[in-house]
């Protein structure tokens, strides 16, 4: 692709979002969906930030490598994804695992699902590739990571944040010289190198990597002939462009979007139920940590077409309210207290129930005079009459998953589990 004076160079690369995982920590949240489809924030999905981040950064070509379960998640692509014009040189391509170069062969790893689809890529005609993790949580700005990437001549140039070095055994960690150089990439290390001049931090991998798209198809193809390998860009691909390339990190607070609100840049990996509620539980804050309310860099996603949320009954004891909560379109609260909490699109709750530090995702109902207490509960999950949950550790944990921090996650698996056993 031929590169006019002026062009941005979005408009010369395409996103490569890595969707197919299933992220199991999140236990019975990914039994029907896989991770990137998981609800966050009131009515989007977790894969909508890497999307709307692409596609606010000016990058109008995109495929999605979907594998687990993946039907709830290419149907919220069908539906919220859906308005890419290929006659505005715009696409978005779903990119199953379909056994396209071997009928014995899914994907491999994360490099070997950019491999199978080197055919598509190329046809896109783009000079460079972003490669994008489908499941975290964050507001950043592609171009100027890409204006380093080719600014630097780096082969790979790879995003990174800033942790303190007690956390950083759970991430990819760069061992980095004064010029940004990555000189070593060790994968959750037990002691951490950390940043030059900054003892206490260190350089995380965030997953997010910028290639020419050539040098990369070359390396996949290599790659992919290499018996050895487990064809994955974390163990494979990146250190060995450390060792034989040039590598350079970049670091996400340069590029972090924000509306001046929030005091640091925010990246969440909500792949723990404790993370993933603590996350939209942030949401409510009286000064969030991440600024859903930015106009100037929205989080696009499937709007459905809901009535508004209504507020019912004003009486003592039966009042419906809400206070320090996020209540979505087509929610009704009924003579009962949500306090602190999260109600996706058509959630109810009926008269004297309260909820406090609730995480409810869409189409909940919550029945009269039950009592609720830092939950998390999946879409659908209907709420028997006077179930209190959150005062009794051990009879939580009896039939629901309590996390060893005290979130209890509920499904209606165990809701009819609980309800059989009391009949």
């Given at each position: 692709?031929?590169?006019?004076?002026?062009?941005?160079?979005?408009?010369?690369?395409?996103?490569?979002?890595?969707?197919?995982?299933?992220?199991?920590?999140?236990?019975?949240?990914?039994?029907?969906?896989?991770?990137?489809?998981?609800?966050?924030?009131?009515?989007?999905?977790?894969?909508?930030?890497?999307?709307?981040?692409?596609?606010?950064?000016?990058?109008?070509?995109?495929?999605?490598?979907?594998?687990?379960?993946?039907?709830?998640?290419?149907?919220?692509?069908?539906r919220g994804w859906g308005f890419f014009r290929a006659e505005r040189n715009e696409y978005l391509d779903i990119l199953p695992a379909s056994q396209r170069?071997?009928?014995?062969?899914?994907?491999?790893?994360?490099?070997?699902?950019?491999?199978?689809?080197?055919?598509?890529?190329?046809?896109?005609?783009?000079?460079?590739?972003?490669?994008?993790?489908?499941?975290?949580?964050?507001?950043?700005?592609?171009?100027?990571?890409?204006?380093?990437?080719?600014?630097?001549?780096?082969?790979?140039?790879?995003?990174?944040?800033?942790?303190?070095?007690?956390?950083?055994?759970?991430?990819?960690?760069?061992?980095?010289?004064?010029?940004?150089?990555?000189?070593?990439?060790?994968?959750?290390?037990?002691?951490?190198?950390?940043?030059?001049?900054?003892?206490?931090?260190?350089?995380?991998?965030?997953?997010?990597?910028?290639?020419?798209?050539?040098?990369?198809?070359?390396?996949?193809?290599?790659?992919?002939?290499?018996?050895?390998?487990?064809?994955?860009?974390?163990?494979?691909?990146?250190?060995?462009?450390?060792?034989?390339?040039?590598?350079?990190?970049?670091?996400?607070?340069?590029?972090?979007?924000?509306?001046?609100?929030?005091?640091?840049?925010?990246?969440?990996?909500?792949?723990?139920?404790?993370?993933?509620?603590?996350?939209?539980?942030?949401?409510?804050?009286?000064?969030?940590?991440?600024?859903?309310?930015?106009?100037?860099?929205?989080?696009?996603?499937?709007?459905?077409?809901?009535?508004?949320?209504?507020?019912?009954?004003?009486?003592?004891?039966?009042?419906?309210?809400?206070?320090?909560?996020?209540?979505?379109?087509?929610?009704?609260?009924?003579?009962?207290?949500?306090?602190?909490?999260?109600?996706?699109?058509?959630?109810?709750?009926?008269?004297?129930?309260?909820?406090?530090?609730?995480?409810?995702?869409?189409?909940?109902?919550?029945?009269?005079?039950?009592?609720?207490?830092?939950?998390?509960?999946?879409?659908?999950?209907?709420?028997?009459?006077?179930?209190?949950?959150?005062?009794?550790?051990?009879?939580?944990?009896?039939?629901?998953?309590?996390?060893?921090?005290?979130?209890?996650?509920?499904?209606?698996?165990?809701?009819?589990?609980?309800?059989?056993?009391?009949?």
């Open positions: 692709m031929k590169a006019r004076p002026n062009q941005r160079l979005s408009s010369q690369a395409m996103a490569f979002v890595l969707a197919g995982g299933r992220g199991s920590r999140l236990k019975e949240l990914t039994d029907r969906r896989a991770k990137p489809a998981v609800y966050f924030g009131g009515k989007t999905r977790i894969i909508d930030f890497a999307l709307s981040n692409a596609l606010n950064s000016g990058v109008r070509k995109m495929a999605i490598a979907t594998q687990y379960k993946a039907h709830s998640l290419i149907r919220h692509m069908q170069v071997d009928e014995n062969k899914w994907y491999l790893g994360t490099a070997d699902a950019v491999t199978q689809n080197i055919d598509i890529v190329d046809s896109y005609g783009v000079k460079y590739v972003i490669i994008l993790a489908g499941d975290h949580i964050y507001k950043m700005d592609y171009e100027i990571m890409l204006m380093q990437h080719v600014a630097t001549r780096a082969d790979v140039t790879i995003g990174c944040l800033t942790v303190p070095k007690e956390e950083a055994t759970a991430f990819g960690v760069m061992h980095v010289d004064t010029e940004g150089r990555i000189t070593d990439f060790l994968e959750k290390p037990k002691n951490p190198p950390t940043i030059p001049g900054d003892p206490k931090n260190s350089l995380a991998s965030m997953g997010i990597y910028v290639f020419n798209w050539d040098f990369l198809r070359d390396l996949l193809i290599r790659d992919a002939e290499d018996p050895n390998s487990s064809h994955d860009f974390g163990n494979d691909i990146i250190p060995d462009i450390v060792k034989n390339g040039k590598a350079m990190a970049h670091s996400f607070a340069e590029s972090c979007v924000t509306s001046g609100l929030e005091d640091e840049p925010y990246w969440r990996d909500v792949g723990t139920i404790d993370a993933f509620w603590q996350a939209n539980i942030d949401l409510t804050d009286f000064v969030p940590k991440l600024d859903l309310y930015d106009n100037s860099w929205p989080i696009w996603t499937y709007a459905e077409i809901v009535p508004p949320a209504k507020f019912i009954h004003d009486e003592d004891g039966r009042r419906g309210s809400a206070v320090s909560s996020l209540i979505s379109g087509d929610c009704i609260v009924s003579g009962s207290e949500v306090r602190n909490s999260l109600l996706f699109t058509g959630c109810r709750t009926h008269s004297f129930s309260s909820l406090e530090y609730v995480v409810a995702l869409p189409q909940v109902v919550v029945n009269r005079r039950a009592e609720l207490k830092n939950c998390v509960i999946d879409r659908g999950v209907i709420i028997p009459e006077g179930l209190v949950i959150g005062e009794d550790p051990v009879e939580d944990a009896k039939w629901f998953r309590r996390t060893d921090n005290g979130i209890v996650l509920i499904t209606q698996d165990m809701i009819d589990a609980w309800s059989r056993a009391k009949l």
